[in-house]
């Protein structure tokens, strides 16, 4: 290989270009006429002048020796590798094929390469348990940072003030009363949490509940709340007065409203009407009965004893210091207040068995958690659109009194389980898809066909528009076209439109889309291994480049660049013996030295690939420079696209914070003692504009960025992401990456991203139906107006999360409409358009919002929301704005729909029963409340990756699975129950699993059996067991391989590969462990479960009052 090196003389083709901002395409966009929108287009992705010579100065040409010219460049500290690399560079190619990579498993016949794997990721739907929950914090669990233990003391501050006094505390909790009757018998002794171990005192003074069977039970009703309204769990209340109560007297009876007589709910029926406490389903969770039988099955337990809150119960916060024994009691039985597990179950039981049918308007789906199929009779499936109330208020008073956000979170390329249809592709020719006149507003099952066929009345607009003769067709007699079950966009919620050349920018079909490779070669990279690595892994993984259909191999091509202060650039044309190196060390003005055979087909160049990746790593193998570049290798990137006249992928692998001169330059500036200050905000800001600039040209491009971190210090996510974050790419970070420990779940996730379906240079729209429109939106993307969401990339994984508001009167009759439009370009170069219609019921009754909402999209909202607010306010500002939203929306169900009660009671709607729990989730989550061993970069990352997230994902980040290992069943194939996340809920004599998307914890109790610790680790005590491991053993017995198949499936559900960490109770790293038991008081300060619950019982009360 021969390599080029020389100054830059100037872009041939680099220049800013003026067309840029036609992107706005009106045809798309619905501005303008079908002609008219190229025009715009036009400037935008035009061949500059300079494109067709990008014949490089002589200089550039490959053959002429190493950088010995004397260019500028020379002078560069990357010039003296040089002539090293050219002797190994010169090395002879390996051989035609390359070799497997070694260490790493080979995409064929791995799990991982299954076009539907990921199918399990998404909603739900996962091979068998569903997904859940959620909480927060990405890798704050390094080798290195071991957590140290934090004092306590500051806690409890964070929301709001605390009540003034102890009186009042006492008022307010005893206002809590939860009078719940039903439920409790104490658990079996000798289930492994009855008979606490001495570290883990008994929850309550009562016994616990048995496990019940069944669905509430309806005329149990006590403490319910009197409410007629069937669907909100009322905690339970004391009477009128709390100064009647004595604590410790029971409840029951006392404010027992009579049992709700609720009108059947649709769909959820079985739940419980919610008091708390009361009526609880089966518990998975405890007790009952456990030694390995599923415990649903075991008959109700006797009346249990009453619970209450008492209000000597609100633990103070030095409490926690405290050793366990000697804390005193909760007086709030946990139990009795509303449970994830629980509500999680029920759903799972009502729902899971039967498909969702899409026919109805309005229709809540199934929980994320619950596994079901859908079938698309005319509205989108809940996989491509949820939304945070399926009936929304008709006007915009009634919306804001409500405080209900109406949102809806989008995830346009979603992929399905095999068992459901993908959209199907309709092909309307020359003529493209019919739309609206004036709305512009796609074909779709709502529109309505009158005057015996020839025209159609728009379901957005009500503009009537004449039908095209190629579209027209007769009526039958009840006014619907007789083909109407023949043509997807009549009749489906969900299809797809060839776009026609007027779609496409430039007024000309896209080329198909390139990845490039660009991988830091500085002395970190080299030294990890990473450089070895990633290049053996690309010699396999490039054969499984996302492909179109049946096609045989993938349209994409690639080109590969590697850098540290320097680009280098190689020419691997087929025709070559060796690939060539060409240096680009001017990097204040970036562009790309060769055209021709940078970009290749994979197949053609394959010989030449192969030897070019077997001699990078030698190539850099003595490398000093420490120094990187970041910003040059986007534009490096961005240029190559540019000058092929594509959109593409950049797979960017990067290890420090770029300090070389060059644009983009950052300096460290964490500083942790911005944290609690005004200007912590500035920590998730980036720290030049210098980014967004070059976001907006990237996305102008198509040009999609993924970014994958190995960071051994602070790098600056917040400025590095960027570019991902705003061209709708991913980020990828492991801190303190060691090749031994991190390789598998670093390559997995490599290989998913490479080969995940992903659409380009993509602008999404959302139209509704008068009335209502769409004013915000939140996720990875750019937008250049008000209205389209552009995206330079847009995979399988991405949510766009909407925001409605009303603009006028909406009807009960008539109802609300969405139609979301995709443009994109496949990865074969064919542009498409992907449509999504989904319609609302409306309402006059609040109560008709309250009994349709869905809880998990609403946190999905509410932690977008938080998220992006701390970039502007203080995040002590966000979190109270966030209890005051919740409480204005609870004090209006309570206010407006409840039955009147006691002011004591609490009362929450069914739908929104979890509200209070999960909202104390985001409130405590690094990015709203960081623990001391959470890092800047961590918090970044978090920021950034949950905006993107869909609802299945925010829900098991908030709100992690914890699953007891001990009590799975190896004969099947089912989970074990899920239980709360609570330290109170482990048994040291089992083993758990928790998992939040991002991580996987292995809990193992101090008094765990010697035999299951020989079965799963292969040592013979619990002293012998590494938590250095970073996967289980694999050991030949039933147990190990349960466990190791549950590990298998959960990974599989998820769209990242979760880092495992053992954690041995009472060992330090058990630290970071808890800090996901989310109903427990938070190290940092986060409230517990029944500590918040209190708080927003009385925030409500006072609102009310
Ligand atoms: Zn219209």
Not at 429 to 441: L, M, T
């Amino acid at each position: 290989m021969s390599v080029n090196q020389q100054a830059h003389t100037g872009p041939p083709y680099g220049q800013p270009q003026p067309g840029y901002q036609g992107y706005q395409q009106p045809a798309y966009g619905g501005q303008s006429l079908p002609g008219v929108p190229q025009s715009q287009y036009g400037a935008y992705n035009g061949p500059m002048p300079g494109y067709q010579q990008p014949v490089p100065p002589q200089g550039y040409f490959p053959s002429l020796g190493f950088p010995s010219k004397g260019s500028p460049v020379s002078l560069n500290s990357d010039t003296s590798l040089a002539p090293n690399f050219i002797g190994s560079l010169r090395a002879p190619p390996t051989s035609g094929a390359p070799p497997p990579a070694s260490g790493a498993s080979h995409p064929s016949g791995h799990l991982a390469y299954s076009p539907f794997e990921h199918g399990d990721v998404q909603n739900g739907i996962p091979a068998s348990a569903a997904p859940m929950q959620r909480p927060p914090a990405s890798q704050p669990f390094l080798p290195g940072s071991a957590p140290t233990p934090v004092s306590q003391i500051s806690t409890f501050q964070q929301y709001g003030p605390p009540p003034a006094s102890v009186q009042q505390l006492r008022n307010h909790m005893a206002g809590m009363t939860i009078g719940s009757t039903a439920a409790s018998a104490p658990p079996p002794a000798g289930l492994g949490y009855g008979v606490g171990p001495s570290s883990y005192p008994p929850t309550t003074g009562a016994p616990r509940p048995p496990a019940m069977p069944g669905p509430p039970l309806t005329g149990q009703t006590v403490a319910g709340p009197p409410s007629s309204q069937p669907n909100h769990v009322s905690s339970p209340p004391p009477p009128s007065s709390m100064a009647g109560l004595h604590p410790g007297t029971p409840m029951s009876g006392l404010h027992g409203p009579p049992p709700p007589t609720h009108p059947p709910q649709p769909g959820y029926q079985m739940q419980q009407n919610g008091s708390f406490g009361q009526m609880r389903g089966p518990q998975p969770n405890y007790g009952g009965a456990y030694p390995g039988a599923p415990n649903y099955g075991s008959p109700p337990g006797p009346p249990p004893p009453p619970k209450r809150l008492d209000p000597d119960s609100i633990p103070s916060p030095q409490l926690n210091e405290l050793p366990p024994q000697q804390k005193p009691r909760h007086r709030i039985d946990p139990d009795a207040i509303p449970s994830p597990i629980q509500v999680i179950e029920d759903d799972r039981n009502n729902r899971g068995s039967e498909p969702f049918v899409t026919g109805v308007r309005g229709q809540v789906p199934p929980l994320v958690t619950t596994n079901f199929l859908v079938k698309d009779q005319g509205n989108a499936s809940p996989r491509y659109i949820r939304c945070t109330s399926y009936n929304i208020p008709c006007t915009s008073d009634m919306a804001k009194q409500s405080q209900v956000p109406l949102a809806a979170v989008i995830k346009p390329l979603a992929t399905l389980p095999p068992e459901e249809t993908l959209p199907y592709l309709v092909d309307h020719g020359e003529s493209g898809p019919v739309r609206c006149n004036r709305c512009k507003a796609y074909m779709c099952p709502f529109m309505q066909f009158i005057e015996g066929g020839r025209r159609f009345q728009c379901c957005f607009c009500s503009c009537v528009t004449e039908v095209p003769p190629h579209y027209f067709q007769h009526l039958d007699h009840t006014g619907k076209r007789v083909d109407f079950y023949d043509r997807p966009e009549l009749s489906l919620g969900s299809y797809e439109f060839l776009a026609t050349v007027d779609y496409c920018k430039n007024n000309k079909f896209p080329s198909p889309p390139a990845f490039i490779f660009m991988i830091d070669v500085s002395y970190n990279a080299v030294k990890s291994g990473l450089v070895r690595l990633i290049c053996e892994e690309l010699k396999s993984l490039l054969d499984y480049l996302p492909r179109e259909g049946n096609m045989e191999e993938s349209a994409i091509r690639v080109g590969f660049v590697t850098y540290n202060k320097v680009l280098h650039f190689y020419n691997v044309k087929s025709s070559l013996a060796q690939p060539q190196m060409m240096v680009v060390s001017d990097v204040a003005d970036m562009f790309v030295p060769l055209l021709d055979g940078f970009l290749v087909n994979v197949n053609e160049s394959r010989t030449v690939i192969a030897s070019l990746l077997d001699q990078i790593p030698e190539m850099f193998a003595d490398t000093r420079e420490t120094e990187t570049v970041f910003a040059p290798v986007i534009q490096a990137g961005l240029e190559a696209l540019k000058a092929a006249e594509c959109a593409g992928k950049l797979f960017i692998f990067h290890t420090s914070l770029p300090i070389a001169e060059a644009p983009g330059k950052l300096k460290n500036r964490d500083d942790r003692k911005l944290i609690n200050t005004d200007k912590e905000k500035t920590l998730f800001q980036p720290q030049t504009s210098f980014y967004n600039n070059l976001a907006k040209d990237c996305v102008a491009q198509g040009c999609c960025v993924d970014l994958f971190l190995f960071p051994n210090q602070y790098l600056d996510v917040a400025t590095l992401g960027v570019v991902p974050y705003q061209t709708g790419g991913s980020i990828y970070k492991y801190a303190y990456f060691q090749l031994e420990t991190d390789q598998y779940r670093f390559l997995n996730d490599l290989r998913r991203d490479v080969q995940k379906e992903v659409g380009f240079d993509a602008v999404m729209r959302v139209r509704t139906s008068t009335g209502i429109r769409a004013t915000d939106f939140f996720g990875a993307f750019y937008m250049s107006n008000t209205t389209d969401v552009e995206m330079a990339g847009l995979d399988c994984d991405k949510t766009i999360t909407v925001e409605f508001k009303h603009d006028d009167k909406l009807s009960e009759d008539s109802g609300a409409l969405l139609q979301c439009a995709l443009l994109y370009t496949s990865c074969a170069g064919q542009r498409r358009l992907r449509i999504h219609n989904l319609s609302l019921n409306c309402c006059t009754q609040l109560a008709d919002l309250y009994r349709n909402c869905e809880t998990d999209t609403l946190i999905n909202y509410l932690a977008k929301y938080a998220y992006r607010g701390v970039l502007n306010s203080p995040v002590k500002t966000v979190r109270d704005a966030l209890i005051n939203q919740c409480a204005q929306i609870l004090a209006c169900y309570r206010k407006n729909c409840a039955s009147p009660s006691s002011a004591g009671q609490l009362i929450l709607p069914e739908c929104m029963k979890l509200l209070p729990v999960y909202l104390n989730c985001v409130l405590k989550s690094d990015v709203l409340q960081p623990g001391p061993e959470v890092t800047t970069d961590d918090r970044a990352y978090i920021r950034q990756l949950v905006t993107s997230m869909d609802v299945a994902e925010t829900n098991v980040f908030f709100y992690p699975r914890l699953l007891p290992l001990t009590k799975a069943d190896v004969d099947s194939d089912s989970l074990p129950a899920a239980i709360r996340n609570s330290e109170e809920r482990l048994s040291k004599g089992d083993i758990y699993l928790l998992e939040n998307g991002l991580n996987v914890f292995v809990w193992v109790g101090v008094s765990v059996q010697q035999g299951l610790i020989q079965n799963l680790f292969g040592v013979s005590s619990f002293s012998q067991i590494s938590n250095a491991l970073s996967t289980l053993p694999v050991l030949e017995n039933p147990f190990s391989k349960k466990v190791r198949s549950i590990v298998d499936m959960i990974q599989g559900q998820r769209s990242r590969y979760m880092k495992l960490i053992i954690v041995k109770q009472e060992d330090k790293l058990e630290m970071l462990f808890k800090h996901f038991l989310v109903e427990d008081k938070s190290l940092s300060g986060g409230a517990s479960y029944v500590d918040f619950l209190c708080h927003m019982h009385k925030e409500i009360r006072q609102l009310l009052s």
